[in-house]
């Protein structure tokens, strides 16, 4: 055999093989073609989101075998030689890189145009706000805000978006489950408001559109009227603060009390468990509030204090608990006959599962805490501050009032087995407190987490405060109980520190404590080595009318903290200030012509910070607010 050169190729090398017969036979010679590598399909230009891949192809011609080298930049990519690349989750750095690849066989080689990558951010996950104050510690801090930051929040970038209507007064603080599937309506961010009118909506929280609206009440019946009391007029519908479990029925529930009045005059208390994303009701609710408990205080019957209905109001938030739903009950004003009541109910069945009264055999210890909910820890322990009430001076041999009365305490209840009261801290002057209405009841708590004394000892520690003008702090594992002498069994006290006293909630951030006490400026209190610091680090420059402010915090992590609250007034006025000094950053009256007003307040209203925006509940329906278009 021999072989002969034919030709080349000016584009590509070609050779040809001509094989003739060894024997010099008459037969044609056969001639075999072979060609260099040539890119017939360009890898194409890749758009992809942080933390995703991203696959690079070429299509070549060529004699085969073909080999391939991928290449970023210049330089080659370790055990990328087929003809696709993907590329290892990427990251913003790795925007504008380009990749080529280098085809190859025995005759030649083609190197591929560049293609470029691009990277964009990834969206913030969004978050849900699902229970009062963001959590069941009750610290009103949202530490996944991205798009809201110290330097964005101004009246020249950020203000009213808009404002979602309703049919009356929001007491409740809105709350929000995002990405909810809506049976044959898409998917949508859900924004829950409820009102005293009795009436539950959800909004799709970005357009305002109105995805579902449902009344509480049944036929014939409507809204409470205000029983002679003007803390919540002119009706009572829902006040308190519903509580959502995603994982519940078909879609995720949503709890809600309920207060309502029939045709013949008879008041009703009810849980509902409404759908998340239709707003039926389920597990055969509404169930009516009814309880008992062993006692011979107000309204008590053969040895058993009577829940009445129409005497009381569900003002605390629900608390969600290992799957119970507790509730706790305010008097209106301190009409008589009333008692201390919490309740829990299953989730799941709507059932009653537990009953306490902290005042069942006296009168008062209400649980109103000025719309906060009742705080509780990972161990299952509930904690809340009651109002005035009786209160048994007379103590068993572990410490606790031989009567169960406990008016106007700092408490610990145990749900293991059924509500009990585990531990408690009152103070000595709790006599002239109950009998002057100067009591705790009006303040919510809010559970620190684990701090170190810088001993090596881990605290747990909580801080309440209500009308005397006192700051309390609790160890959660030693209340302190009762001592008629003196107050030294308490953890900490730092007496005056908020003046005017508290109706309101305080919050936590970054081991600072904010509280907003009634015509005071809002104080942060730094912590060192688990002790309050004894006077505020910081104030901001304007005060607070009563009942003082709710502070709710907004951060991405621990920076960028934003210290928002309402002030109540004519015309309501959102503040926003840094966390770190209490320099304000922007409130709703600094734009011109009213821009961004809102109407009047609401008295105990607690703003929701969530994906970039800010709810505020009004008497007539909520304002949002976010960054301007």
């Known amino acids: 055999m021999r072989l002969q050169r034919l030709a080349r190729m000016s584009s590509s090398l070609a050779v040809s093989v001509i094989l003739t017969g060894c024997g010099g036979g008459g037969s044609q010679p056969a001639i075999i073609s072979a060609a260099a590598p040539s890119i017939t399909a360009q890898p194409a230009n890749r758009t992809v989101t942080a933390g995703q891949t991203a696959t690079f192809s070429v299509t070549a011609a060529g004699t085969t075998p073909l080999s391939y080298q991928w290449q970023q930049g210049a330089t080659p990519i370790s055990g ?102 809506i049976p044959s309506n898409g998917t949508h961010n859900l924004l829950i408001v409820a009102t005293e009118h009795g009436s539950v909506y959800a909004f799709d929280a970005d357009s305002g559109a109105a995805i579902w609206q449902v009344s509480t009440l049944k036929s014939g019946e409507t809204a409470s009227d205000d029983r002679g009391c003007t803390n919540l007029t002119p009706e009572i519908g829902v006040t308190s603060t519903p509580v959502i479990d995603r994982t519940r029925g078909p ?74 739903v507790y509730t706790a009950w305010a008097s209106h004003c301190d009409i008589r006959p009333y008692t201390g009541w919490i309740m829990g109910y299953d989730e799941s069945t709507l059932s009653q599962t537990s009953v306490l009264n902290v005042t069942p055999n006296g009168n008062e210890g209400a649980i109103w805490i ?12 509930i904690y809340f501050l009651d109002a005035n009430g009786d209160f048994d001076t007379n103590l068993n041999a572990s410490g606790f009032p031989s009567n169960g009365d406990y008016g106007n305490a700092f408490l610990k209840l145990s749900t293991a087995g059924g509500l009990a009261v585990a531990d408690y801290y009152e103070m000595n002057n709790e006599a002239s407190e109950n009998g002057t209405d100067t009591d705790l009841g009006s303040g919510g708590v809010l559970l620190l987490p684990d701090l170190s004394d810088g001993s090596g000892h881990t605290l747990h520690l909580a801080v309440g405060a209500g009308k005397d003008d006192d700051l309390y702090v609790v160890n959660r594992d030693s209340m ?84 928002w609250a309402v002030e109540y007034t004519s015309t309501g006025v959102l503040h926003a200030y840094s966390a770190t000094n209490l320099n304000e950053l922007y409130n709703s009256n600094q734009a011109s012509n ?29 304002a949002v607010f976010g960054l301007l278009p």
């Open 370 to 381: 000025s719309g906060a909910g009742l705080a509780a820890d990972s161990a299952g322990n």
């Open 480 to 563: 302190g109980k009762f001592n008629s002498n003196d107050n030294g069994n308490i953890y900490q006290e730092l007496p005056g520190a908020l003046p005017g006293g508290v109706w309101s909630t305080p919050a936590y951030f970054n081991n600072t404590v904010y509280y907003g006490s009634v015509g005071s400026p809002i104080q942060a209190f730094t912590i060192t080595n688990a002790k309050l610091s004894n006077t505020a680090a910081a104030k901001t420059a304007n005060s607070f009318r009563y009942p003082g402010a709710t502070p709710s915090l907004s951060a991405n992590g621990t920076s960028n903290g934003i210290v």
């Open 80 to 181: 990328a030689t087929s003809a696709s690349y993907t590329t290892a989750a990427t990251t913003t750095s790795d925007s504008g890189s380009q990749f080529s690849v280098v085809v190859s066989n025995a005759i030649g080689t083609a190197t591929s145009n560049a293609a470029t990558l691009t990277v964009n951010a990834a969206a913030p996950a969004a978050t849900d706000v699902l229970t009062y104050h963001n959590d069941i510690a009750r610290t009103g801090q949202n530490l996944t805000e991205t798009t809201l930051t110290t330097s964005s929040v101004n009246s020249a970038n950020f203000g009213k978006l808009g404002f979602y209507s309703v049919d009356g007064l929001v007491d409740a603080e809105p709350l929000l489950a995002s990405n909810v599937a």
């Open 251 to 324: 879609n995720g529930a949503i709890y809600v009390v309920a207060m309502s009045k029939d045709g013949s005059g008879n008041y009703h208390q009810r849980l509902h468990a409404l759908d998340l994303a239709l707003g039926t009701e389920l597990f055969g609710g509404p169930v009516d509030i009814q309880a008992t408990y062993p006692g011979t205080g107000d309204n008590s019957h053969n040895g058993s204090v009577v829940f009445d209905p129409g005497q009381y109001m569900e003002r605390s938030a629900l608390l969600l608990l290992n799957g119970v």
């Open 594 to 622: 009213g821009r961004d007003q809102f109407g009047s307040g609401n008295k105990y209203i607690t703003p929701m910070i969530v994906n970039g925006k800010v709810f505020v509940g009004t008497p007539n329906g909520v």
